[in-house]
C-alpha cells in the first residue's frame, strides 16, 4: 500500500513540473483600470503544408467591449469578451469567415473547466443537460477557430469574480451606446510582449515495454505478439488547456492497467502465456499518427511478421453501452472475424455491444484517421477500440477544451479494460469461446479502480501538446517510469513531428 501511495507522488510531483511549462504558457492580461490580473491562454497558432492557421498575432493593447455593443460600431481597437454560456456561435463565425476588423477576442469558459480548481461546489451548480449544452458548444467552437486563419488575438480565460464584474461593468458601458475611449473610464485589456516563433524540429517521443512470453524448452522460433497501443499527447484551441481526459486519457489508463493486469500473470512461469505483449505509448497521435508511423518503421521484419494484432485504445471513456471496432481489413478476413468474435464474445458477458466499422485505407493519401491504419499500412492486422462510430476529421477529437475530466465516466473506462484484458488472455491461453473469467471481481487479478482514478486525475491535469514536451519532459519520464514498473525492456524512441506540421512557441510571445 505505502508503495502505491509513493508511486502515486512522484506521479504528482512530475505532474507538478509539468504544471510549471502551462504557466509558462500563460500570459497575463491586465485590466488596467481595476488593477485587475488574470491568467489567459492562447488560441494555437500553426501552420499544416504553409498554410497558416489559429491566430497570428498575441500581444494586445485594446479596449474591453461585450456583445452588448450597438450594431455596426468599430470593433477595429475593441477586444470582444464573450461567456462561453452566452455565445453565440453564428456572430463568431461571421467575425471569421467575414474577416471583419477587430481587436482581439476574449472566451471566459466556466470554472468547471479549470483543472487546477479543486472546487467541487464549480462543477456541482451545472445540471447535467448543462454541461452537455456547454460541452457541445466548446466543440462547435473549437471547430471554427481551429481551422481559421485569424488576424488578431484570440484568448481564453477562466470566469471569476473579477472578471466578471469587469464583464458586467462593459456591458453597461456598451448598453449606453457610449463608445469606449480613454476617457471614458472604460476597461483596458493589455498583453505585451514579443510575437511566437515556430518551434524548430519539435520531438515526439515513443514509449514502449515488453512481457514476454514463455517459450518452450528447445524452441528457438519467436514467439506471437499482440500490441496495445495508445497514443498520449493533444491538440486543441488552447495548448495549455488541452488535458485531453477521454481522448486520450482514457486510452492511456487503460493500457496501463492491461499491462499492470498481465505483469501479474507473467510474473508467474505456471501463467505466463506463450504470446509475448507490446505495449507502445505513441505520440504525434493528432498528426496523422506520426509517432505510431515512426515506432513501426524502427521495428525490424521478424519482429512485424510477429505481431499476431494489435489492439489500439482510443477514446473508451464516454460511452454509454456500445463501442465500436475499427479495422482496414475486410470483414471477412479470416483474421478479423477472429478478434471480433473474440471480443463480441466477452462484451456479450459484459452486457456491451460492439460493433465492427471497415474502412479501407489509401496508401497515397497521407490522412490516416486511426492509429490501427499505421500498422495496416505495414500489412500488420490491427483494429481501433473506440466509443466513436466514425473517423474523426484532421486535428479533431484529441484533447481540446470540451475533453475534461467531467465528461469522463470512469465506469466505462473500467469496462472497457475488462472487454480488452479477456479477450486478449482468452485468445492468449486458448480459452475462446468459454466462459472463464480471468480477471474476475473481487480477485487478485481484479481491475484497480483506484488506479485508474489516480492516473485519470493527473492525465486530466496535465496538458500534452507533443512539441511542448521535452525529450526529458516530467510527463514523458512519469510515463515510462510507470510502464517500467510493470512490463520489461522499457525503452524511449525520440523523433521529430512531420514537418507537413508547424508549431509557433507560445512561451516567446
Not at 484533447?399 to 484484458?421: P, T, Y
Request: with cysteine; proline share 5%.
Amino acid at each position: 500500500m505505502s508503495s502505491g501511495k509513493q508511486r502515486e507522488r512522484q506521479m504528482l510531483e512530475s505532474i507538478y513540473s509539468m504544471i510549471a511549462l502551462v504557466f509558462i504558457l500563460v500570459t497575463c492580461i491586465e485590466l488596467c483600470d481595476a488593477a485587475t490580473v488574470v491568467d489567459v491562454y492562447r488560441l494555437i497558432q500553426y501552420d499544416i503544408s504553409g498554410a497558416p492557421l489559429g491566430s497570428r498575432f498575441a500581444t494586445l493593447n485594446h479596449h474591453a467591449g461585450s456583445l452588448h455593443l450597438p450594431p455596426g460600431v468599430d470593433l477595429s481597437r475593441t477586444v470582444v469578451i464573450i461567456p462561453v454560456h452566452e455565445l453565440n456561435i453564428t456572430l463568431v463565425k461571421e467575425f471569421i469567415a467575414q474577416r471583419k476588423p477587430l481587436g482581439g477576442l476574449l472566451f471566459l469558459l466556466p470554472q468547471m473547466l479549470n483543472f487546477e480548481n479543486r472546487d467541487p461546489t464549480s462543477e456541482s451548480k451545472y445540471q447535467i443537460h448543462e454541461k452537455k449544452l456547454i460541452k457541445n458548444v466548446l466543440v462547435e467552437l473549437e471547430r471554427v477557430l481551429i481551422y481559421a486563419n485569424i488576424p488578431y488575438p484570440v484568448y481564453f480565460a477562466f470566469e471569476d469574480d473579477d472578471i466578471d464584474a469587469v464583464l458586467a461593468d462593459v456591458k453597461r458601458n456598451d448598453a449606453s451606446g457610449q463608445p469606449a475611449t480613454a476617457t471614458t473610464g472604460s476597461y483596458k485589456l493589455v498583453v505585451s510582449g514579443p510575437e511566437p516563433k515556430r518551434i524548430a524540429s519539435p520531438t515526439i517521443t515513443n514509449i514502449q515495454g515488453w512481457l514476454p512470453g514463455l517459450k518452450a524448452d528447445g524452441d528457438l522460433n519467436q514467439l506471437p505478439t499482440i500490441a496495445i497501443v495508445a497514443s498520449y499527447d493533444t491538440f486543441g484551441t488552447a495548448p495549455a488547456l488541452s488535458v485531453g481526459s477521454d481522448s486520450n486519457g482514457s486510452g492511456i489508463v487503460a493500457l496501463l492497467e492491461i499491462a499492470r493486469l498481465f505483469s501479474l500473470l507473467y510474473s508467474n512461469p505456471k501463467t505466463r502465456g506463450r504470446y509475448s505483449l507490446l505495449f507502445g505509448l505513441t505520440s504525434g497521435g493528432p498528426y496523422n499518427y506520426n509517432g505510431t508511423h515512426k515506432w513501426l518503421r524502427s521495428f525490424d521484419q521478424r519482429l512485424r511478421e510477429s505481431i499476431d494484432y494489435a489492439i489500439c485504445l482510443n477514446s473508451i471513456g464516454s460511452w454509454d453501452n456500445k463501442l465500436w471496432i475499427h479495422v482496414s481489413k475486410p470483414p471477412e478476413n479470416a483474421f478479423i472475424k477472429q478478434i471480433f468474435e473474440g471480443f463480441s464474445t466477452v462484451a456479450e458477458e459484459l452486457g456491451i455491444e460492439v460493433g465492427l466499422k471497415h474502412k479501407k485505407i489509401n496508401i497515397s493519401n497521407p490522412r490516416v484517421a486511426w492509429e490501427h491504419e499505421q500498422f495496416s499500412r505495414l500489412r500488420v492486422t490491427a483494429a481501433t477500440l473506440t466509443e466513436l462510430s466514425a473517423p474523426p476529421e484532421l486535428l479533431e477529437s484529441t484533447g481540446g477544451l470540451s475533453d475534461s475530466r467531467h465528461f469522463v465516466n470512469e465506469d466505462a473506462i473500467v469496462r472497457s479494460i475488462k472487454l480488452v484484458a479477456e479477450s486478449i488472455a482468452r485468445h492468449v491461453y486458448g480459452y475462446q469461446g468459454k466462459n472463464i473469467q480471468i480477471f474476475a471481481d473481487d480477485t487478485s487479478l481484479a481491475v484497480n479502480a483506484p488506479y485508474i482514478r489516480s492516473w485519470l486525475d493527473i492525465l486530466s491535469q496535465t496538458p500534452r501538446v507533443a512539441p511542448f514536451l521535452s525529450k526529458n519532459d516530467p510527463f514523458v519520464m512519469a510515463l515510462k517510469k510507470e510502464l517500467q514498473a510493470h512490463t520489461h525492456e522499457v525503452n524511449v524512441q525520440h523523433e521529430v513531428l512531420d514537418e507537413m506540421f508547424t508549431i509557433y512557441d507560445l512561451t516567446k510571445s
